[in-house]
């Protein structure tokens, strides 16, 4: 039960950011827009869920967020140039969008494979409302996180706000690279014999614990400061796209957890102890 309540919740969360973001602009289908988008974005993660839980594999999970961020911004592009022509700023913000969710999914869903098995989903998989819960939880993630975004295509403005523009995207480029590095130099240490059951030190992992993840905050907090000039009234509820990413990442499923994993695994190391004290958690040269 309480599964299915986590479930609802999504949904609700994701229905009032879509209703505030949606003040002000376009409808589709007899919908407000936005509401109409996040509609189909947790429609696509439902659709995905049915096969993945009778086939008991979470090999698919990843994946569904990014064809939901292909098809929600799409679907923005398609509802904010139905009525005028596409705005250079929409097709720049988009094009981000759409680069991050590609790489990111691409990465992901060629590691799962790889690795045979996402540990998270080992129990979860086994119950169809806890593995329900999982894909609404995504669904909800892939909105939120796209929230402003897909608010600024919509309302299809003009470039007025260059300043914000060079900042937020300089803020941007910064955290794509952090993230794209991260991991690549993580794939390449886990890629060794030598390395195996061994923690990485090296390349960025020697100024943050969690460098890819920094660099996913990085991104979110740069399309919101691209999006501020043009948001207006209730569409500033739309800039919980940073915070939501903050709080997820840091409290609930990511640094969290992965730090609670490392010490199982290497707080009796005296290296690892070493590393742990002079290497900052999450923002580099942080301690």
Known sequence: MRDIFISIISVIIAGAFAWAGSYGGPSFAGFPALIFIVGIGFLIHWIIFLPSFFAKTEKFYDITGTVAY????????????????????????????????????????????????????????????????????????????????????????????????????????????????????????????????????????????????????????????????????WQYATLISPLFVILLLTKVSGVNLLEESADKKWGNLDEYQTYKVNTAALIPFKK
Do not use: C
């Open 70 to 233: 292909f098809v929600m911004t799409g679907l923005a592009v398609y509802i904010a140039s139905d009525s005028s022509s596409l705005s250079l700023l929409s097709k720049i913000i988009a094009t981000m969008v759409l680069i991050w969710a590609l790489r990111l999914g691409l990465f992901l869903l060629i590691r799962v494979f790889r690795v045979g098995e996402d540990k998270r989903f080992s129990e979860a998989k086994k119950s169809f409302s806890k593995f329900l819960m999982f894909f609404s939880l995504s669904g909800l993630w892939v909105f939120l996180t796209t929230a402003n975004a897909l608010t600024l295509i919509l309302n299809n403005p003009d470039i007025n706000g260059v300043l914000f523009l060079g900042i937020g995207g300089i803020i941007w480029v910064i955290g794509f690279l952090f993230e794209v590095v991260a991991d690549e130099q993580k794939r390449r240490f886990r890629k060794k014999d030598s390395n195996r059951g061994q923690f990485i030190t090296t390349g960025l992992w020697s100024i943050s614990r969690h460098p890819n993840y920094f660099g996913e905050i990085l991104i979110w907090i740069g399309m919101a400061v691209i999006s501020f000039p043009v948001l207006s009234g």
